[in-house]
């Protein structure tokens, strides 16, 4: 009854197909890759970009993005091998509970639920501000009172409540939409990139690493931790704006992982998944590297707007056409993350709740779909109401640091399952192991250092609350507590036994 029990692998397989919790296998390397790249592309280039070149790393943020993406890449490659030897939804969670243990398994599930839950209130709300850009643009405008930033986010709220209608339809029904949207969002991506050339300025990179300034104004709360904790003066640009900035544009790249939690739903796991997770990697990387270097050329990065910065680029270099162009598509581009993160967070949540350790009625497949119906229509409720109430503001920190803690997981957990499981086949390895894995987790740690201190916090709390969860509920009814009939209705009272 240890809370470092470990489901086996062939278990895990097993158990997916059971019949009420068996979901359709319906997608193809090319239907991953276009998952992985339209979850991926997304606010981060739109808005993270042009803020992180403005506040910490000035023309360096493409050093930035360069970091970021070794982070990712590295993990990409422990998720692959990984996805391709346990073909079954959950991502991270599932990988953990074979390799490291219910507990850990419990608290990645935790961190991914906030990060794709978040993700989508945030990226939902980012949708709501470029529609405003882009309606004003046509002479239409949204009353303050129901639009980006009011007390209810009437757009915001609207776009969760339709694509959570699509998810709940079927997978396969999503991704035709989600191709045809990410196809638009791509052309956007790279008209800026073409058009943007033209209008570069070499005098704008200079200084392409700006000096470090004291940050006078950044509070305690604010600083990042690891300044914090050996005593500097809190600091942006130069050498460590560089790093704080790769903590930041990381949210550019959160989705890539989102590709595994529908491993259960792919044709031929074994060989699709690592090249989804790969391939929609590498080609996110090229385009944001290119798109960054085209914006800090453009506009001098102390002058680039803090949101909407691709559009408020071609406006300030006398193209508000181009600027309407760059709207649209990206109204188009953040439908399809918050869609891929509506269906991310619903996998983990179904696989959490086939082994028990969330009620087990949820997440039984809805036979008419073949999605796991009441978990997506709770959660899009929750992402709708919370994209729609809450100023999320600085909540991005937040979603990078669960990410960053389920990366810095998966990636010990190579190792681990190697060494217990050496006799496993594995169609897709981790090259040089346990060398790339312990450097993916050693960047995803220090990473997360640079994060601001009251996003520790707040990610304590949250960690906090899952173990309260865990403890009450999860730990009692989970299936390798020995349970022969799960307990469907809610937490156990403090009695029970």
């Known amino acids: 009854m240890s809370v470092m029990r470990t489901k086996s692998i062939e278990q895990t397989i097993r158990e997916g197909d059971e019949p009420e919790y068996q979901l359709k296998k319906k997608l193809t390397a090319l239907d991953l890759t276009v998952f992985g790249v339209g979850v991926v592309i997304g606010a981060g280039i739109f808005t993270v970009a042009g803020r992180a070149a403005n506040q910490v790393a000035g023309p360096a943020v493409i050093l930035s993005f360069i970091i970021a993406a070794l982070c990712c890449g590295l993990a990409a490659l422990c998720y692959a091998e990984f996805a391709s030897a346990i073909p079954v939804s959950g991502s991270a969670y599932t990988f953990s509970y074979a390799s490291l243990g219910e507990i850990v398994a419990w608290i990645i599930g935790w961190d991914l639920l906030l990060e794709l839950l978040l993700g989508a209130s945030v990226v939902a709300q980012g949708w709501s501000a470029y529609l405003g850009i882009f309606l004003d643009h046509l002479g239409i405008t949204i009353p303050e009172s129901i639009g980006y930033g ?8 609207l776009l969760v409540v339709v694509l959570t209608v699509l998810v709940s339809v079927g997978i396969k029904e999503s991704m035709r939409v989600n191709m045809a949207l990410v196809a638009l969002k791509v052309f956007i991506v790279l008209f800026v990139i ?3 050339i033209g209008y570069i300025n070499r005098d704008n990179y200079s200084p392409f690493i700006p000096p470090a300034q004291a940050s006078e104004s950044k509070s305690t709360m604010e600083s990042p931790l690891i300044e914090w904790a050996l005593g500097y003066t809190p600091s942006h640009f130069g050498a460590l704006g560089i790093m704080a900035g790769a903590s930041l544009v990381f949210f550019a790249y959160i989705g890539f992982d989102v590709v595994a939690t529908t491993a259960e739903e792919a044709k031929n796991p074994a060989r699709d998944l690592p090249r989804g997770i790969i391939g929609s990697l590498i080609i996110c990387t090229i385009l944001y590297c290119a798109t960054a270097l085209v914006l800090t050329g453009m506009v001098k990065y102390t002058e680039l707007e ?3 910065s691709l559009a408020g680029a071609f406006e300030q270099v006398g193209r508000p056409g181009y600027a309407t162009l760059i709207s649209a598509g990206a109204v188009a581009g953040l439908t399809t993350v918050v869609m891929t993160l509506i269906i991310g967070a ?9 082994d ?10 809805n036979p008419k779909t073949g999605t796991p119906l ?6 899009g409720t929750l992402v709708a109401l919370t994209a729609a109430l809450t100023p999320v503001g600085k909540l991005e920190y937040m979603i990078n640091i669960g990410t960053l803690s389920a990366f810095f997981l998966v990636s010990i957990a190579v190792p681990v399952l190697r060494k217990r499981r050496p006799d496993f086949h594995r169609p897709f390895k981790v090259p040089f192991s346990p060398f790339l894995p312990w ?7 220090y990473l997360m250092l640079t994060l601001p201190v009251e996003t520790w916090l707040r990610f304590l709390i949250w960690l906090a609350l899952g173990f309260l969860i865990y403890f009450l509920y999860s730990y009692k009814n989970s299936r390798l507590a020995g349970r022969t009939d799960p307990q469907d209705s809610g937490l156990p009272s403090m009695t029970s036994t």
Not at 150 to 157: E, G, H, V, W, Y
């Open 150 to 157: 009011s007390s209810f986010d009437l757009p915001a709220f």
């Open 439 to 445: 450097l993916s987790a050693a960047i995803c740690g």
């Open 374 to 379: 009441k978990i997506t229509v709770a959660l």
């Open 356 to 365: 028990w350790l969330l009620p087990a009625s949820i997440g039984k497949v």
């Open 306 to 308: 803090a949101a909407g």
């Open 194 to 196: 073409f058009a943007g």
């Open 346 to 354: 619903s996998r983990v949540v179904f696989a959490m709740s086939r």
